[in-house]
């Protein structure tokens, strides 16, 4: 079954204590994002990648990182979580568009995020 | 500055009955306009998209327009039933901006049986 994992579902956490969500998709997909949701604000790209090792901030990056060390996978590290990342985390996948907008994003099931 | 726009925070609508959900968009250079949907607990999942040479497109009973002079798309749901109470999103992206997709607020729909 094609589809994007993303772990752990729920997680609560004290402000300053790393943290690591990954994300892996089973469809070989260039195109790997993150996205948190905040009431009234929809989805905002955190960050995404076109490929392996190659990774670019999106709307807002402060206070995350991210790698690409393979095709699959596409893990969100907070080094120093504070309460204002407290949100509804989403990573998504699809197959690079060279030629048109964006290809329809396959969505993981979410993560929700309480830094305390 | 939010370049895509949902207005209406929530809808409800009798089963059966034409469900209309509303996006403006601000930024000419989108060009490829998409609409999610999302139960409560999962990740969005895809239901239809537009094309910016096109003004309507269909598939079964929901139909996205587009009115590229007033930057406004809609979804129109007919008919209506349950399992369509999700909340929507609007979605746009553009040629130039490669696949960056940008998300409206969202708009809760809430089918009444």
């Known amino acids: 079954e094609a589809q994007v994992t993303q772990n752990p579902r729920y997680l609560i956490t004290v402000t300053g204590k790393k943290l690591t969500v990954t994300c892996s998709q089973n469809?070989?997909?260039?195109?790997m994002s993150w996205y948190r949701q905040d009431p009234g604000l929809g989805l905002r790209q955190i960050y995404y990648?076109?490929?392996?090792?190659?990774?670019d901030k999106g709307d807002v990056p402060e206070g995350y990182k991210v790698s690409r060390k393979e095709k699959r996978n596409f893990p969100l590290i907070l080094e120093s979580p504070s309460p204002n990342q407290t949100s509804l985390y989403f990573c998504?996948?699809?197959?690079?568009?060279?030629?048109?907008?964006?290809?329809?994003?396959?969505f993981g099931p979410g993560t929700r995020l309480t830094v305390t | 500055d939010q370049q895509v726009k949902q207005n209406s925070p929530s809808l409800s609508v009798q089963e059966g009955r034409i469900s209309i959900l509303n996006c403006d968009y601000t930024?000419?250079?989108?060009?490829?306009f998409l609409w999610y949907k999302k139960y409560p607990a999962e990740g969005p999942t895809f239901l239809i998209s537009?094309?910016?040479?096109?003004d309507k497109n269909e598939d079964g009973r929901f139909t996205v327009f587009l009115n590229k002079s007033a930057k406004h798309l809609s979804l129109h749901i007919v008919p209506s039933q349950p399992g369509d109470s999700a909340v929507y999103f609007c979605?746009?992206?553009?040629?130039?901006?490669?696949?960056?997709?940008?998300f409206g607020a969202g708009t809760i729909l809430r089918v009444k049986s």
């Open positions: 998504a996948s699809s197959p690079i568009s060279w030629s048109r907008g964006a290809y329809e994003q396959y």
């Open positions: 469809m070989n997909h260039e195109y």
């Open positions: 990648s076109m490929n392996v090792e190659v990774t």
């Open positions: 930024n000419s250079m989108f060009d490829y």
């Open positions: 537009i094309s910016s040479i096109k």
């Open positions: 979605a746009a992206s553009a040629t130039e901006y490669g696949n960056k997709l940008v």
